[in-house]
């Protein structure tokens, strides 16, 4: 892409040469499977073609913005008091529908606690230490494995450098509830068959967005879901790094 993107001054519309045939192709929309870890920008290179992307007409899935946004130091600035209310509570800020305080403190009480490891000097890292078994640790990154939960607190925080405080979060665990068990089933030559074990599940719903210049949203829309269920015993739970298995819901009348 740094040698065959290019961005039009005029029209911002996004070109890439074809290696092969030199043909010049316009294109719509840029899906990023790449980008999301430090090792994705390991140059200057990498940093100066994503701005390219950024800067271009075409739809970017996610935007710069939109993957900054989900991101776990920005969930943990949102708990801070009166970030979420700056928000919601003034809709000319973002044009959405009127909440209340009522609202807002319904949303506050299905969050869980949560505070940045760089912040109030060593304070921080002090109440991550005390407070480690009902505690995980995550870093600004995305998929399993990278998370440091529970025993593992004190230790990892004692190789921590200081200077990279500031990309980890401490969250409160969310208690699942006890007793839920099912069967697992993994493929392979070595596997076990169906085995019933403890399990937590977690749902998960999906949308799209659509947002025009200015980050001005032109359309929004709920789409599905997504529940994924592992074994009690696993800390992790990423589908792509095998701790957990996509699952069925089934729905009873109570």
Same mark, same amino acid.
């Given at each position: 892409?740094?040698?065959?993107?290019?961005?039009?001054?005029?029209? +911002?519309? &996004?070109?890439?040469?074809?290696?092969?045939?030199?043909?010049?192709?316009?294109?719509?929309?840029?899906? @990023?499977?790449?980008?999301?870890?430090? !090792?994705?920008?390991?140059?200057?290179? #990498? @940093?100066?073609?994503?701005?390219?992307?950024? +800067?271009?007409?075409?739809?970017?899935?996610?935007?710069?913005?939109?993957?900054?946004? =989900?991101?776990?130091?920005?969930? #943990?600035? &949102?708990? %801070?008091? =009166?970030?979420?209310?700056?928000?919601?509570?003034? +809709?000319?800020?973002?044009?959405?529908?009127?909440?209340?305080? *009522?609202?807002?403190?319904?949303?506050?009480?299905?969050?869980?606690?949560?505070?940045?490891?760089?912040?109030?000097?060593?304070?921080?890292?002090?109440?991550?230490?005390?407070?480690?078994?009902?505690?995980?640790? %995550?870093? #600004?990154?995305?998929?399993?494995?990278?998370?440091?939960?529970?025993?593992?607190?004190?230790? @990892?925080?004692?190789? &921590?450098?200081?200077?990279? +405080?500031?990309?980890?979060?401490?969250?409160?665990?969310?208690?699942?509830?006890?007793?839920?068990?099912?069967?697992?089933?993994?493929?392979?030559?070595?596997? #076990?068959?169906?085995?019933?074990?403890?399990?937590?599940?977690?749902?998960? !719903?999906?949308?799209?967005?659509?947002?025009?210049?200015?980050?001005?949203? *032109? %359309?929004?829309?709920?789409?599905?879901?997504?529940?994924?269920?592992?074994?009690?015993?696993?800390?992790?739970?990423?589908?792509?790094?095998?701790?957990?298995?996509?699952?069925?819901?089934? &729905?009873?009348?109570?």
């Amino acid at each position: 892409m740094a040698e065959s993107a290019e961005v039009d001054a005029s029209s +911002r519309v &996004l070109r890439v040469k074809h290696p092969i045939t030199n043909q010049v192709i316009e294109i719509s929309t840029v899906y @990023f499977r790449a980008g999301y870890t430090p !090792t994705d920008y390991p140059t200057q290179t #990498q @940093f100066d073609t994503r701005l390219l992307l950024e +800067r271009s007409r075409a739809i970017k899935c996610p935007t710069i913005q939109l993957q900054l946004a =989900g991101g776990k130091k920005v969930q #943990q600035v &949102l708990t %801070k008091p =009166g970030v979420i209310e700056s928000f919601l509570l003034d +809709r000319t800020s973002w044009g959405g529908p009127d909440f209340t305080e *009522v609202d807002v403190a319904i949303i506050r009480d299905s969050w869980m606690s949560m505070w940045g490891l760089g912040e109030d000097g060593d304070g921080g890292v002090e109440k991550a230490r005390s407070a480690a078994e009902k505690l995980v640790l %995550k870093p #600004q990154r995305e998929g399993g494995g990278n998370n440091i939960y529970k025993s593992s607190i004190p230790g @990892f925080l004692d190789t &921590l450098p200081s200077v990279e +405080r500031e990309a980890w979060i401490a969250m409160e665990l969310i208690e699942t509830p006890k007793g839920v068990n099912n069967y697992l089933v993994r493929a392979g030559s070595g596997s #076990q068959g169906a085995v019933k074990t403890e399990t937590i599940s977690e749902l998960g !719903t999906f949308g799209w967005a659509l947002f025009g210049p200015g980050a001005k949203e *032109v %359309k929004h829309e709920e789409v599905g879901w997504l529940l994924r269920t592992k074994g009690a015993n696993s800390d992790e739970g990423g589908i792509a790094t095998g701790f957990s298995v996509l699952d069925s819901l089934l &729905l009873v009348d109570e």
